[in-house]
């Protein structure tokens, strides 16, 4: 036989070897004997919206960065306040879930898509509901409609991003790694996309649904994205947003109608209900509002006029929410009667702030669309 046969015959073999043990060439993938991960994870940004602040690290990654304030702004999320009163955990309705749900992240799933100029692609239960039991069985749902795309992606430098491990409370995992070894464990390896001290570790549960980054895809100018977000900014106050579905349009609220449902349960008194939960639904809406604030300061940057000067003025306004959601004390709430209609009627404040603030970008948006047929 012909050496430059047995050099093809060689070259064929050693490309099947590597095909079969998923190798890859990928000068940022390390191999620590059964598991793999990707070396160069950006880092993460700190406090705020786990979900949001995932993409961020996967748009880094990827090389097409979108600052977190702005993805909180173009997603709706800065602008949300998620209520769900069907959701019930241990008797009563759980409103320390509701910031922490995907679904409010998934209504503009489509738009942040064209927004970022990156296609984002779901597998397993991420935002979709599951209809049919899959999730009760998470390792055969794992290995069904997660793990070889999961493997394929981390053999070529790729991350993908999780949505929670309970047993950590973490909310939004940016996986890095697999682990063919660990058996009946979770072999998924990773960060909290809020950990800013970057401890890579195993998640202890198995995922129900990841989203990774798709195919670039042209992105829309920042004016029209800035425009479009504003519009939902003002649908999801006047809880015209979503969702659609039958089953939830009755009790999943993105505004106005959120806070009348967290004072609500408040002041029902036959309604049990948590100090934590109602500290959650707090913290996750000054941290929503904050970004609120830098978004749209960062639109009025590139205004003029009675557009920028209302911009601004929606800033100020949700400095005021931000203030008022500061002076929400919910400890003691769950057994002091008194204490709940008192924080029932703090929440009515709030949010008649967070309306007036959202008057402010409606007017700015006028401003903005006469501009534009101007031109």
Not at 49 to 62: P, Q
Not at 79 to 106: K, M, R, S, Y
Not at 321 to 338: C, M, S
């Amino acid at each position: 036989m012909s050496t430059s046969v047995l050099s093809l015959l060689s070259s064929v073999v050693l490309l099947c070897m590597v095909l079969a043990m998923g190798c890859t060439s990928q000068p940022n993938v390390v191999r620590e004997g059964s598991r793999v991960r990707v070396a160069d994870v950006p880092p993460a940004g700190g406090e705020g919206n786990g979900y949001v602040h995932g993409l961020e690290i996967l748009l880094k990654h990827e090389g097409t960065p979108v600052s977190y304030n702005r993805l909180m702004g173009l997603s709706g999320m800065a602008f949300i306040v998620q209520a769900d009163t069907g959701h019930v955990w241990d008797g009563q309705v759980d409103t320390g879930w509701w910031p922490l749900d995907p679904w409010g992240l998934g209504l503009r799933k489509t738009f942040l898509v064209h927004a970022v100029g990156h296609e984002i692609e779901e597998y397993g239960y991420f935002f979709r509901e599951d209809a049919s039991g899959e999730t009760r069985d998470l390792p055969g749902l794992y290995r069904k409609e997660i793990q070889q795309l999961l493997e394929t992606r981390i053999n070529a430098g790729k991350l993908a991003l999780g949505p929670f491990c309970p047993a950590d409370g973490t909310w939004g995992f940016v996986i890095s790694g697999y682990d063919k070894s660990i058996g009946t464990q979770p072999p998924i390896f990773g960060q909290c996309a809020r950990d800013t001290e970057q401890n890579f570790g195993r998640c202890p549960n198995w995922p129900q649904g990841i989203l990774v980054l798709g195919e670039r895809i042209p992105a829309l100018s920042p004016a029209e994205a800035d425009v479009q977000a504003l519009r939902y900014a003002v649908s999801l106050a006047h809880d015209n947003a979503g969702p659609a579905h039958a089953k939830y349009k009755g009790r999943r609220f993105t505004g106005q109608k959120a806070f009348a449902a967290w004072a609500g349960i408040l002041r029902d008194l036959d309604e049990p209900t948590s100090d934590g939960g109602s500290a959650n639904v707090k913290g996750n809406l000054i941290r929503n509002r904050q970004a609120a604030i830098a978004f749209l300061r960062e639109i009025a940057s590139r205004q003029s006029g009675i557009a920028a000067k209302e911009l601004e003025n929606a800033a100020q306004g949700y400095e005021t929410v931000v203030e008022l959601a500061k002076q929400f004390n919910p400890r003691g709430l769950a057994e002091a009667p008194t204490i709940r209609r008192k924080l029932a009627d703090h929440i009515d404040r709030i949010a008649a702030a967070d309306l007036q603030a959202m008057a402010h970008i409606e007017k700015a948006l006028g401003a903005m669309d006469g501009k534009e047929r101007a031109e």
